[in-house]
């Protein structure tokens, strides 16, 4: 059975009394934020909401927190990129375990909606919890940043995918994440469940440099019988032409359910021209 068969990922405990025992460590304004679910920008105090559609929470859950925080304390990040911020709670969390490294890297963040959208709060907070010196913020779209840092030789060791959900987008993304990505970092896509990200992820999958190194949700129980043939099935050439992936590999096949997905790379990218001629 190959590594992509049965679900090779690691459960990031989200329980209450797990929260109860790290929140404490947190930076005191992201321990504050998570606590209140309000940030500001210093006139008005803002519900921790999406300002476009305020039914939707615009930040991310503890378990991604956590899940972020563990991908920075296993790969020790020289240099790590986030794209999406948003109010910077999840900045918060990935800067909060940077700064507890021995040697603290370099973060670079970027959201072309920061001063228009988000009130520039994210930064604000950033400021107020004493990681400006550690995030590099740009305020620029992410098809226009991302190659100029591939060009400039810039390499990272872990990335957070945050940006804009749709499919064209979190695929661009992830081109250039590639190409930034060290082998042995962690790339992570926060709203995982979404068809347009999850869509994203299964491609990466199919990258033989590519497994999953841990999710924000529990494993799922043992496979079915139908889902074992089902699963022989899909490893069939002329199934994978005539059937969608996801009908031939469940989500829990890869192991790729939660809401926040991060992937490994465990070597160099060397995919030949001819390498999806299946897919």
Known sequence: MNRRSRPGFQWIISTGERYQQWRWSLNSVLN????????????????LRHPEFPDRISHVDQATGSLLQRAVED??????????????ISTLFICDAIQKLTTPGRHIVLDPYQNQKWRGIGLRNIRE??????????????????PRLVAEGVRVDLAFIDGLHRFDQAFVEFFYVNRLLRPGGIVLFDDASRRSVNRVIRH???YPAY??????????????????VRVSAGRLRAARRWLRPDVLQKDWDLGVLGRCV???KVAVDQRATHWDSDF
């Open 129 to 146: 919890a004493g990681f400006d010196s550690i995030v590099d913020f740009r305020e620029e779209a992410s098809e226009f940043l991302l």
């Open 262 to 264: 991060a992937l490994r």
């Open 204 to 206: 990466a999958l199919t």
């Open 32 to 47: 504050r934020i998570l606590t209140s679910a309000v940030v500001t920008d210093g006139v008005e105090n803002i519900s």
């Open 211 to 228: 497994e999953v190194f841990a999710t924000s949700a529990p494993p799922v129980p043992r496979r079915s019988l139908m889902g074992t």
């Open 75 to 88: 790969v020790r990040p020289a240099v790590s990129l986030e794209i999406g911020l948003a109010y910077g």
